[in-house]
């Protein structure tokens, strides 16, 4: 239990401890002269109305105090950065319209399922992943998805790398051989990554990034977009094939303690956002006490009153 003003309790108790004193004093000086009379003292009645008195303004003293109580909470609280693939193959029609359209409606669809503790990040990402939208409110995050447009290559590794930096506020630097500095431990944040993991960007980028967010204790979960069986896709005059490669995304979501989940056609993907299940956190929530006390006081007050009032006739 924790106190707002402790110099009021300890003046509260000292008015009552005072009192007390006083009591003691005029009890004994009380019953010295009713015995030196020959009549008996007073009652244990009476003496019990005026503790209980004492004691309720003691209470009092507490109440006005302001005490409080810290309780841990469970809540679904934290941030989530929603990854979006922007790389040319996301412009594949193997998912009606198209792959990014289709991860864009199921991605909003997640952000809109998602309660208002959570902060919503977004960060598009092709060769080089670009944060579009710092974590805040749904709204900005649901319109950032829908600005979204199809350019370049993939690499997941700068996906996961932009994401951390997203969820942490700062840039992370990434060293001429791969490795990234330690960023803390963040266990409330995840990343849900959109793709169809075709990874062009180096595989001990994309080891690397996932090491972090592992030790980070960010879980990232995977949703793969597009079809096996894959199709071709118009990139500046040239037909590639595309195809959904589950691989890299299932062993990123393994590796971080997340989930992978395929999404071969639109009606699979607008059930993504009631699979995928956020962590709950602890929070300590302050719970004020101060009413409690004055009942409990106005309970010893009364009792004393009534105590003494029955007894002398008197209320003091």
Not at 130 to 148: K, M, N, Q, S, V
Not at 150 to 161: D, P, Q
Not at 215 to 225: F, L, T
Request: aromatic share 4%; hydrophobic share 50%.
């Amino acid at each position: 239990m924790t106190l707002a003003s402790p110099a009021l309790l300890a003046i509260g108790l000292l008015v009552a401890a005072a009192l007390g004193c006083g009591a003691v004093a005029i009890s004994r000086r009380r019953a010295a002269a009713l015995a030196a009379a020959g009549v008996a003292g007073p009652g244990r009645a009476r003496q019990a109305g005026v503790w209980l008195t004492i004691a309720g303004i003691a209470v009092l003293a507490i109440a006005v105090a302001g005490p409080a109580a810290s309780l841990p909470v469970p809540r679904t609280s934290g941030t989530i950065i929603v990854a979006m693939d922007v790389s040319n193959s996301m412009g594949a029609t193997d998912v009606a319209p198209d792959r990014l359209a289709a991860a864009q409606r199921a991605a909003r669809s997640f952000i809109a399922a998602q309660p208002d503790s959570i902060n919503v990040g977004v960060v598009a990402f092709e060769e080089g992943a670009l944060i579009t939208d710092r974590p805040g409110g749904h709204t900005e995050a649901e319109a950032a998805i829908g600005r979204l447009k199809v350019s370049g290559g993939t690499s997941l590794g700068s996906a996961i790398i932009a994401s951390l930096s997203a969820i942490t506020g700062k840039a992370i630097p990434v060293g001429r051989n791969g490795t990234v500095p330690g960023i803390g431990y963040w266990p409330s944040a995840t990343i849900v990554i959109f793709s169809d993991g075709q990874d062009e960007g180096a595989a001990s980028a994309t080891t690397a990034a996932t090491a972090v967010a592992e030790k980070a204790g960010v879980r990232v979960d995977a949703v793969g977009i597009g079809t096996t069986g894959g199709t071709t896709v118009d990139v500046d005059g040239y037909h590639l094939f595309t195809a959904l490669d589950p691989g890299a995304l299932r062993s990123i979501a393994q590796a971080t303690r997340g989930t992978y989940y395929p999404a071969s056609d639109a009606s699979q993907l607008d059930g993504i956002a009631s699979t995928i299940k956020l962590r709950l956190t602890i929070t300590s929530q302050r719970l004020p006490l101060a009413g409690a006390f004055i009942a409990l006081a106005l309970v010893l007050l009364a009792a004393g009153s009534v105590l003494t009032v029955v007894r002398s006739g008197r209320v003091i």
